[in-house]
């Protein structure tokens, strides 16, 4: 642990400054007027970013203060509302929409899509819990072909499916393996004589 003088003489700055700056972060100074090392990397940390951006080290030690404040504050911002989310896609209310309407049916949806979050988390959870409970009391073993035979048969039946039908160039098409036929021709008609003018 060092003293407050040395950390404030490493931090080119008063003690006072260094007590206050502790204070606002709630960094702990013992009563012996020392820092723990912990403590001490953290101030040293905060006046490389106060040097980089030309800030002091209390207007530095203010920012993060009001960036921490920001981010605790909009942790409870972004809850997932339908009813504005709606509003802002559409531009009506859906409480205020007629209940044959787009916006009442999408509604309604949006609440069975948070059920199915649910459960896709739930099942997430559950599988990931009961594949490390098997993996701690089985061994790690070697990662599953499973997928790997998924993918293949996938694989295949585009190959033989899709890129298997589609001409290459290398038979000819069926349709130009037809030889044109002649059109049947028709007698031509005879044509009238021609009158003469008087």
């Not at 106060?50 to 030690?61: R, V």
């Not at 989310?85 to 007629?98: C, K, M």
Request: proline letters at 6%.
């Amino acid at each position: 642990m060092k003293h407050i003088n040395k950390v404030a003489q490493a931090l080119q700055t008063t003690p006072e400054i260094v007590i206050q700056v502790c204070k606002k972060l709630s960094l702990v100074v013992n009563k012996d007027s020392t820092i723990k090392p912990e403590v001490e990397r953290q101030l040293i940390q905060l006046k490389e970013v106060a040097s980089a951006k030309n800030m002091s080290l209390e207007e530095a030690a203010n920012h993060l203060l009001e960036m921490r404040q920001e981010r605790s504050s909009s942790n409870n911002e972004h809850t997932f509302d339908e009813n504005q989310y709606i509003q802002q896609r559409f531009g009506v209310n859906p409480e205020e929409s007629e209940s044959n309407s787009f916006v009442k049916v999408l509604h309604s949806d949006v609440a069975r899509g948070k059920q199915l979050a649910t459960l896709r988390h739930k099942v997430v959870l559950e599988t990931s819990t009961l594949m490390l409970e098997d993996m701690l009391f089985n061994g790690v073993q070697e990662p599953t072909t499973e997928l790997e035979e998924v993918q293949d048969r996938v694989y295949k039946r585009i190959d033989d499916d899709f890129f298997g039908k589609v001409n290459w160039g290398e038979e000819p098409h069926p349709s130009l393996e037809m030889q044109p036929q002649p059109l049947k021709s028709v007698p031509k008609t005879k044509s009238l004589p021609e009158k003469s003018l008087p």
